[in-house]
């Protein structure tokens, strides 16, 4: 996966205010079963992502984002646009 | 073989263990007898209804009781057809002539539940490369009609306007936008702030449809709902109802000013392929409505009932989902699962029929005791709610 950049650490800057039980967080981290998180942290948490990178992730394109590398790669993609 | 059932494991799981602690299943009741709106047979006990959406308590209305059965004498049991082959009666026009003149809107289309409505209207009006913003707490209709279009959806904080205004900016300036919001939801029974949402909505382009399932009959001055209450209906381009709540019997629709309105009920699925409501249910439907242009007094008297059994409840010390009255619903906010089955069986044993209401149709994942009230329900019979409610809340703990 391309590191170069870095969005990962802006990523895991903002999911720490969410990161409730201190998950240690790496490109294979998941939401849903590492993070625990409900809807509703989803949905904060995919608002500050989008104000962060200036970005719209809708809930089609959340369905197919299961862990933190996975959505690395996808802002990488939509900030491309 | 791969059972496909086998994913529903830790629901049944969850349900046995529930009702291994001997608690009556809160999502098998049965109905014995039903007396009025208000009141029915269950179990053998005489049950005051305060879970039905039955809010102008239209189902017992002789008016609209002598339609059904003239309609059922007159043209039989069922249309056997759809709305575009053999299903359209007389009954099903007459019905969306009364929409019309109670919305005042130029045209109005029944569906045959109020499910089909929004899944039939936003299906076809978002397809693949439109955008649907919608408020994360929006009713599964809702969000199976963006599935059923395969609209992208863009969801937003629960009533909050900033948000909504935010990421309708995000969507490209050229996509098609559809805002969905709904007048009353009906969780927590609290109202949208539509003024605020149709204004930012209209601003960023966007088309708008309000759902008006639980404000219709009582919510602003015609009955029109919460967008007619806050002044914004004629910037609404599309309202959705039903007629399984204020009307009393069964159906959808959708009523709109928009032109080209009519093209719908050629290219809507959900409205084409499934047969039309029974002459009988159009008729009563029709009736009612017409009837619910007059009720005045009724909603007065349910605006009564609402705000003694909100004050009443938040007394006893109950958490409500609101801190005033908004509407007809009025949720009380248990702890959990468990102390919420143990509380509604308690309101059952004692003659109390109220929703028990759970995650995943619940928003944050709470238990809820949902109670709607009627304008049937006479004072008396708030009172008696208000006494089983205490005698239930101290014997299960959930009040002092």
Same mark, same amino acid.
């Given at each position: ?81 | ?38 009141? +029915?047979?269950?179990?053998? /006990? ?20 002598? +339609? ?70 929006? &009713? ?14 863009? !969801? ?36 949208? !702030?539509?003024?605020?949402?149709? =204004? ?28 007619? =209450? ?34 719908? $009920?050629?290219?809507? /699925? ?6 039309? @409501?029974?002459?009988?249910?159009? +008729? ?15 909603? *007065? &008297? ?32 248990? !702890?959990? @699962? ?18 028990? +209401? /759970?995650?995943? *149709? ?7 005791? $949902? ?5 049937? &329900? ?12 205490? *005698? =239930? ?8």
């Amino acid at each position: 996966m391309d590191q170069s950049d870095n969005t990962f650490a802006r990523i895991e800057a903002l999911i720490e205010p969410f990161n409730k039980k201190g998950v240690a967080i790496t490109p294979e981290t998941r939401f849903q079963q590492d993070l625990e998180w409900d809807s509703l942290t989803v949905l904060d948490f995919v608002a500050s992502i989008e104000d962060e990178f200036d970005i719209l992730i809708t809930m089609n394109m959340q369905a197919e984002i299961e862990t933190v590398g996975q959505l690395a790669g996808a802002v990488r993609e939509l900030s491309k646009r | 073989m791969n059972d496909l059932l086998s994913k529903f494991d830790p629901l049944i799981e969850q349900r046995e263990k529930l009702l291994e602690s001997g608690v009556t299943d809160p999502f098998n009741l049965v109905m014995e007898r039903v007396e009025s709106p208000t009141v +029915a047979i269950c179990n053998g /006990r005489r049950t005051i209804l305060l879970g039905t959406y039955n809010y102008m308590g239209m189902t017992f209305d002789p008016d609209v009781i002598a +339609a059904g059965k003239k309609a059922l004498d007159e043209f039989g049991s069922g249309t056997t057809g759809s709305r575009v082959l053999n299903g359209t009666y007389v009954g099903h026009r007459a019905v969306e002539d009364a929409l019309r003149e109670f919305y005042a809107m130029d045209h109005a289309m029944v569906f045959s539940t109020g499910y089909q409505a929004n899944l039939g209207v936003i299906s076809t009006l978002a397809g693949k490369d439109d955008y649907v913003v919608l408020d994360i707490d929006s &009713h599964a209709s809702i969000y199976d009609g963006c599935a059923m279009g395969n609209a992208q959806i863009v !969801p937003f904080r629960h009533n909050d306007v900033g948000a909504l205004e935010k990421r309708l900016n995000r969507i490209p300036p050229e996509a098609g936008k559809l805002v969905v919001l709904e007048g009353v939801y009906s969780m927590m029974g609290d109202v949208a !702030p539509l003024k605020e949402m149709v =204004a930012v909505s209209k601003a960023a382009g966007a088309m708008v449809l309000v759902d008006e399932a639980h404000s219709m009959g009582f919510i602003g001055e015609h009955g029109r709902g919460v967008a007619e =209450a806050q002044g914004v209906i004629d910037d609404v381009d599309f309202i959705i109802g039903t007629f399984s709540k204020s009307v009393g019997t069964v159906g959808g629709f959708c009523v709109s000013n928009h032109p080209k309105f009519e093209i719908l $009920r050629l290219v809507c /699925r959900p409205y084409v392929f499934t047969a039309s @409501l029974p002459p009988s249910v159009v +008729a009563t439907a029709a009736t009612s409505v017409r009837k619910l242009m007059h009720g005045a007094e009724k909603r *007065a &008297h349910l605006w009564e009932n609402s705000k003694r059994l909100h004050g009443g409840l938040k007394q006893l010390g109950f958490t409500l989902g609101t801190d005033e009255p908004q509407s007809a619903i009025i949720a009380v906010i248990m !702890p959990d @699962l468990e102390t919420g089955a143990a509380m509604w069986e308690a309101l059952l044993k004692e003659g109390l029929y109220v929703n028990l +209401a /759970r995650p995943p *149709a619940t928003p944050a994942g709470m238990t809820l005791l $949902r109670c709607s009230l009627c304008a049937e &329900h006479s004072s008396d019979q708030v009172g008696e709610v208000l006494n089983i409610f205490a *005698a =239930a809340g101290r014997a299960t703990g959930c009040i002092q």
